[in-house]
């Protein structure tokens, strides 16, 4: 078994592309993100089927491969750009961030609407990936970029490490959805 699999928690690509569609649904519609914590996403990660790592660590790529990061590519125009990436850090295992990793990995970016996810190369992050078959470790950069936190200061950190050895496991999201309107219907 590859070590970006061992110890890793599950989640299934359905929800995985589900969540993709409603935070880009939300966030095109409203030009706002769904505020997803690193609580809620590891909630989502734990009740899923299909394996998925979560890692923190640097994330070192081409910025300028990003979907607008180069004045001659139009957002809007932009569905899906794979990105080449690198990344040196840990896998979280039974208990704690405790098994090294680095190697290659594809940063799996999306625009929805003109918003484009979006990194900063050689930054520390903690984030959610999936190993699939002939493409590698793949880390999904929707145009929320639900995925990933920012692990500077330890606090997303921390927090998956809360849920994962069983404690509170805070999230982000309203619990009401009071003033929210349905999207119109499509003719």
Known sequence: MPVWLRNSKPISRALLVAGLLVASAAQARAQSCLPMGP???Y?????????????EGEVTFDESLLPGGAPD??????????????FTGLLLGQRMFDQRVEGDMVLEAHCSGGWCGSLQSGTRYVF?????????VVAVLDPCSSFFFDAIGGRP???????HNGGACPSKLPDRLDGAKAPPESE
């Open 73 to 86: 590519t139009p957002r809007a125009a932009v569905g899906q750009v794979d990105i080449p990436a690198q």
């Open 128 to 136: 959610f990936a999936r190993q699939i078959e002939g493409r590698g």
């Open 39 to 41: 609580g809620d996403v």
């Open 43 to 55: 909630r989502f990660a734990q009740q899923a089927e299909a394996p998925f790592l979560i890692l």
């Open 157 to 163: 950190g921390d927090i998956i490490l809360q849920c």
